[in-house]
Every structure is written in structure tokens, then in C-alpha cells.
């Protein structure tokens, strides 16, 4: 194991653990469905990502595993997206439907209580994950069998096995450096 992957392991733990991820704190159901903690994505690397998608006014953006819909609420009030965010715990739902009414943003993001892997992405333009390369690669199927050509799926710091990233963009931020894996559909395979 590199330094960097050790590096991010503890630091997806930590978040998980911080978040009240603790086994005893959550359901049995929910830790079996679960891809990866919740670690919410530092500004400067939702922003990144968001650039690296080349978001259009009008496109639909969908954030699987959306956590506190960060990277959805910018989509929105910088780019003018709709958002579609899927998150598995009910407590990250409600937070995240809070801060989207607050914000006035209801018309423009739906967010779904929901496993991912039972996601609707037909209506995708641009998917973006942040989630564990082994759960990308349980993804990976769902997103080639799902989304139309010319998508774009946008993974904030694990690749999506198998597939040839068309750019790959780095910035730091909280005292690391992120990389962001950018594809297109249909995916350029290794």
C-alpha cells in the first residue's frame, strides 16, 4: 500500500467515523448497501470536478452517493444544472432536503433516498462519484449499460477499473492533493 492510499483510507475512515459511520450507529441494511463513508469532497475539488465535467446550463447532473449535496448545490447556482442526488442514509437525506429548500434550490435538485445501484441514469449528462475504486467497479456495468454516449462520469480520487480516464486533473486541498478521473461514454478501455 502507498503512502497516499494509506493516506486516503484513514482519512475515509475518519470521515466515517466523524459522520457517526460507526457499525453500532447504523443499521444492519445500511451497512450491506453502503459503497463507501460519507467524506465530503473539499470545495476546491467539487469545484474542480465540476469544471473538469464541462457542465452546460440545462444538463443533468446526478451525484451517487451525494452525502450533503455539495457538489449538486454548485452545479446548480454556478452552472444552472438540475441535480439528481442519491444517498443511502436517511440522515444525509434530510440534511441535505434542508439545505436545498433553504437555499431555494427545490426545483432544480430531487434528492432519492436510495441504494445507487437501483438508480434510474438514462437522464444523466454527467455522473459523478466519490466513492471506492472497488465500488466504482461494482458501478461500472450500471453506468455502461445506463448512460447515453457522450456522458460524462467524473470520479473524485478512484478509477473506475477497466477504464482510460480522458483527462485526469489534480488539485490540493486539506493538506493533500485529490486527483479527478474525467470519461467519457462510451468509456476508452485499458
Not at 467524506?39 to 476546491?44: C, D, E, G, K, T
Not at 467539487?46 to 449535496?69: N, P, S, Y
Not at 446548480?76 to 439545505?99: F, H, M, N, W
Not at 478509477?159 to 486527483?179: L, N
Request: aromatic share 8%; net charge positive; glycine share 8%.
Amino acid at each position: 500500500m502507498t503512502a497516499l492510499t494509506a493516506w486516503t483510507v484513514i482519512l475515509l475512515a475518519a470521515g466515517w467515523l466523524w459522520q457517526g459511520g460507526a457499525p453500532w450507529r447504523k443499521t444492519q441494511q445500511f451497512r450491506q448497501q453502503s459503497l463507501a463513508p460519507f467524506v465530503p469532497s473539499p470545495h476546491p475539488v467539487v469545484e474542480k470536478m465540476l469544471e473538469a465535467a464541462r457542465i452546460k446550463r440545462g444538463e443533468t447532473v446526478f451525484d451517487l452517493g451525494c452525502g450533503d449535496g455539495r457538489v449538486l448545490i454548485t452545479a446548480a447556482r454556478k452552472y444552472g444544472a438540475r441535480g439528481v442526488c442519491i444517498e443511502l442514509s436517511p440522515d444525509l437525506v434530510r440534511q441535505t432536503r434542508e439545505q436545498i429548500r433553504r437555499l431555494g434550490l427545490e426545483d432544480r435538485i430531487e434528492v432519492i433516498e436510495g441504494d445507487l445501484m437501483n438508480a434510474d441514469l438514462r437522464s444523466a449528462d454527467v455522473v459523478t462519484l466519490y466513492l471506492l475504486t472497488s465500488s466504482n467497479e461494482l458501478l461500472k456495468p450500471k453506468l455502461e449499460s445506463s448512460l447515453r454516449r457522450g456522458a460524462r462520469v467524473i470520479s473524485h480520487d478512484f478509477i473506475v477499473p477497466g477504464w482510460e480516464a480522458e483527462r485526469v486533473e489534480k488539485v490540493y486541498a486539506s493538506g493533500r492533493v485529490h486527483t479527478i478521473y474525467v470519461y467519457s461514454m462510451p468509456p476508452r478501455r485499458r
